[in-house]
């Protein structure tokens, strides 16, 4: 069955590095997102992204966020100067959307620890 | 302000009975609800979705109603099972009228099925 796939599985950084987190969606979908989950809390919606631009992003997605399609079958989320506030497993996730499948699939996500 | 509330921290169920779990949000007209099942350390995995047309959808063991009028969401495993124990995250999408939406979360409930 398809999945979603992130590497790395775990990121630890040094407060102010950048830092990028790769996921493979699932080849046929089109519309890619981005989560993220503080250790505890709910999962937050990031950014969504679309036809090579991005569709929607919320107040968590600042001029330190940025995404990319840099080829067919990746997507990335690079945060250029990481805080201590950032460290949070970070989930992509992929939806079809075609005929109104609206339901995302989620990688395995992204341990990220800034220090 | 939106808000989405889930029932209780944990709720313990006995193997074989119904689990019931609760979804209540206000300040939201969203165009559907969905329910993901999240083991710890794991992304969401979609179990159901339903559209704010629709009363009921079921799959297998599972049931979700819709009410609307309650802003209401409840969610059943039917003959539960150990293997049910996970944190299940309601998430409410849709509302922005367009496509790739980001959900928003509920925090979860956390479901211990008791042998």
């Known amino acids: 069955e398809p999945e979603v796939t992130q590497t790395p599985s775990h990121q630890v950084t040094q407060m102010g590095q950048e830092v990028i987190l790769r996921c493979v969606p699932i080849?046929?979908?089109?519309?890619f997102y981005w989560y993220r989950q503080i250790l505890g809390q709910k999962v937050e919606f990031l950014v969504s992204?679309?036809?090579?631009?991005?569709?929607?992003k919320s107040e968590i997605f600042d001029d330190q966020f940025s995404v990319e399609r840099p080829d067919g079958s990746n997507f990335t989320l690079k945060i250029r100067s990481t805080k201590l506030e950032d460290s949070a497993m970070y989930f992509c996730a992929s939806s079809d959307e075609v005929a109104g499948n609206y339901e995302q699939y989620f990688g395995p996500g992204t341990r990220l620890t800034v220090t | 302000s939106q808000k989405i509330e889930q029932n209780s921290e944990a709720l313990n169920i006995q193997e074989g009975k119904t689990a019931t779990l609760t979804c209540n949000y206000t300040n939201y007209s969203p165009a559907y609800l969905q329910w993901y099942r999240q083991d710890p350390g794991r992304g969401p995995v979609f179990l159901l979705l339903i559209r704010e047309n629709e009363k009921e959808k079921r799959k297998e063991r599972l049931k979700v109603t819709f009410d609307t009028t309650l802003k209401q969401s409840l969610f059943h495993i039917t003959a539960s099972q150990p293997a049910d124990s996970a944190t299940y995250l309601c998430a409410l999408g849709g509302y922005s009228g367009g496509g790739a939406d980001g959900l928003t979360f509920g925090k979860g409930t956390h479901l211990i099925i008791q042998p």
């Open positions: 080849s046929n979908h089109l519309y």
């Open positions: 992204f679309y036809n090579n631009e991005i569709s929607e």
